[in-house]
């Protein structure tokens, strides 16, 4: 499923409360199994399950792309920590996230991620294997901050560590101090078909499609809008597949024009307009979420498309290029140094000084961290963010 490391501290669990002395402290047990067992009878008990599987016993099959939700339950009030670990080891940490308010699940109340109207999904983006889902429940709350760790405004954590033997490492190192009746886990599993369940990449077999037209004869007003409004015959040309379902939207490829190359309307849920994304910028864009998520969904750095791709004259080093804006961060592109993603506090300052209009220019590279810092390196100088501050310098 889509969505650095040192040892916890001693000082780092005394800060959190927790405690330490031996005979009350709860070794844990890693098993290929489990991942993650307390050896101790507990009181406190948590169920994971997902859609397929209510029991959360069996073994269900989901081909990739299909879209998945996963329920927790405990039986006292709980924090409550949901991993995943694909066939190929990758980990996910998707509860707690950027998008729930908390992870504190109340007693007997049963929680399913994503909720209805939430502003994020779960989608299977393989490889085709067995994965586990872990749920971690505790009566305090953790740091997972040598497990994984969320950077800048992206509402899921990038989780530091591979494999089901290094995840189990990590977290006794952070269970151990803890009394042992007060955590607990559980463990559902499910298999990844590698057969796609839908491919909205691939070209519909029918050439004859109007703008917004889905499979069923519906059109999506906010896509046929957008094409009237792009004059899309000239900046579009000709949809190649059907106004598909993607994610928590929608999406239609078209075959593009000349200069602006391959081209595709992006429809997030819940607004009234679609918008374009075109050439460079759209095959970045799909790199990005092929890399995080298969192509499941729009790749959560820079999220759904917030405006139409702008053309940016030439600034004063003689360079011009290509702006994408996105709910979460802005790709900006040029010929002479590739096309490149900023977000955050970084691109705020960025756009606030003028953007690449601005003495800084277009964009060097993407953003990136030195030191847990986000920096990025423009034609006239850098940006650099500490603590969330962002400083400017001057080449």
Do not use: C
């Amino acid at each position: 499923m889509n969505k650095t490391n040192k040892a916890l501290t001693a000082s780092l669990a005394l800060g959190l409360g927790l405690t330490l002395s031996a005979a009350h402290a709860s070794p844990s047990k890693i098993t290929a199994q489990s991942i993650i067992v307390n050896p101790a009878p507990t009181e406190l008990k948590v169920d994971v399950w997902t859609d397929k599987d209510a029991t959360g016993n069996a073994n269900p099959t989901y081909r990739i792309g299909d879209p998945i939700s996963v329920g927790v339950k405990v039986n006292q009030d709980a924090y409550v920590y949901l991993f995943n670990v694909n066939a190929d080891g990758a980990i996910d940490l998707f509860f707690p996230n950027g998008y729930e308010d908390s992870n504190f699940v109340k007693a007997g109340t049963a929680r399913v991620f994503p909720r209805q109207g939430a502003k994020y999904a779960l989608n299977i983006g393989g490889p085709a294997g067995q994965d586990k889902l872990l749920a971690l429940a505790s009566a305090k709350a953790l740091s997972l901050d040598d497990i994984a760790k969320f950077a800048g405004d992206q509402g899921f954590a990038q989780v530091g560590i591979k494999g089901q033997q290094n995840l189990a490492k990590a977290l006794s190192i952070i269970v151990n101090p803890l009394p042992a009746n007060s955590w607990v886990t559980d463990v559902a599993f499910f298999r990844v078909n590698g057969t796609q369940a839908s491919d909205p990449i691939k070209p519909a077999p029918n050439a004859s499609i109007a703008p917004g037209e889905r499979q069923d004869g519906s059109i999506d007003q906010a896509m046929a809008d957008a094409y009237d409004r792009l004059k899309g015959q000239a900046s579009l040309g000709d949809p190649t597949i059907y106004a598909t379902r993607w994610a928590d939207g929608w999406w239609q490829r078209f075959e593009g024009v000349g200069a602006y190359g391959d081209a595709v309307l992006l429809h997030a849920n819940g607004s009234s307009r679609a918008y374009a994304v075109h050439g460079a910028i759209f095959k970045r864009y799909l790199d990005l979420a092929r890399a995080e998520n298969g192509v499941t969904r729009p790749p959560s750095r820079l999220g759904w498309a917030a405006g139409d791709e702008k053309v940016i004259p030439r600034n004063t080093y003689g360079t011009s290029g290509l702006y994408g804006f996105f709910q979460n961060g802005a790709l900006y592109s040029t010929e002479k140094y590739g096309t490149f993603w900023l977000q955050g506090a970084v691109l705020k300052t960025y756009q606030g000084l003028g953007g690449s209009g601005s003495f800084l220019g277009f964009p060097l590279r993407d953003q990136y961290q030195v030191n847990g810092a986000w920096t990025a390196d423009f034609e006239g100088g850098s940006i650099r963010t500490v603590n969330g501050v962002a400083k400017v310098y001057r080449k």
